[in-house]
């Protein structure tokens, strides 16, 4: 069973520029979260979504950030204007359900300079 | 406010010790405790989980033991191997709540 696909694994930006993560959780799962996660510390939930709900994104910066997930399957996390501050990984994770804990991608590093 | 706490920040230990990790937690509604095991460059693995009907679960080498009175839990490593140098993270939800809530983990470092 192939496990959470994200992409790209590395980006550097400028401030101000745009970025796109994607990722692809594990078929059949219908919960998806997307994490931030600092150098050194440990991950912090921006939003998760129950198929293609939102069910929670009281932490993502909604100025700047914005997650879709359409179909219920693949999902995009989007950084409008990027800031130094959003240098971190940035982690995709899915999960079935009844099954508590999620399962994580590799993620993707992203340096804003 | 941090729910989760974890502590120590980091722990060096001998291989063949038996390292200790410890947990605690401020929301009595947290009922469920997944560990994770980090590598540097990759996503957290799942490595173990309690739910709070129990007060121990054992799985190989690792153990997790939980106080619920005292909202602490533990986990063990014993017979510690230069592989398991990692980052550990604890993480807590509740019962019906898909929202995972992470500590800010334990490097261990395992010396040969």
């Known amino acids: 069973e192939a496990g959470v696909t994200q992409s790209p694994r590395y980006a550097v930006l400028q401030e101000g520029q745009a970025v796109s993560f994607w990722c692809d959780p594990i078929s059949g799962h219908d919960t998806l979260y997307w994490y931030q996660q600092p150098r050194d510390q440990g991950p912090q939930l921006l939003v998760y979504?129950?198929?293609?709900?939102?069910?929670?994104n009281s932490q993502l910066p909604s100025d700047r950030f914005s997650a879709v997930r359409p179909k219920g399957t693949n999902s995009t996390l989007k950084i409008q204007s990027a800031k130094q501050g959003d240098t971190a990984t940035y982690l995709c994770?899915?999960?079935?359900?009844?099954?508590?804990?999620?399962?994580f991608g590799e993620g993707t590093r992203l340096s804003v300079l | 406010q941090q729910q989760v706490r974890q502590s120590p920040q980091s722990l060096t230990v001998w291989e063949g010790e038996t390292a200790i990790l410890n947990c605690s937690y401020e929301d009595s509604t947290f009922n469920y405790f997944p560990w994770y095991q980090q590598f540097p460059g990759e996503g957290p693995a799942l490595l173990i989980s309690i739910s709070s009907v129990s007060d121990k679960k054992e799985d190989g080498r690792f153990t997790i033991f939980f106080n619920k009175r005292e909202k602490k839990l533990s986990l063990h490593i014993t017979d510690s191997q230069p592989g398991d140098s990692a980052t550990y993270f604890c993480a807590a939800s509740d019962y019906g709540n898909e929202k995972i809530t992470f500590g800010a983990g334990t490097k261990l470092t395992i010396k040969p």
């Open positions: 994770a899915s999960s079935l359900g009844t099954a508590r804990a999620p399962l």
């Open positions: 979504f129950r198929d293609e709900a939102v069910i929670d």
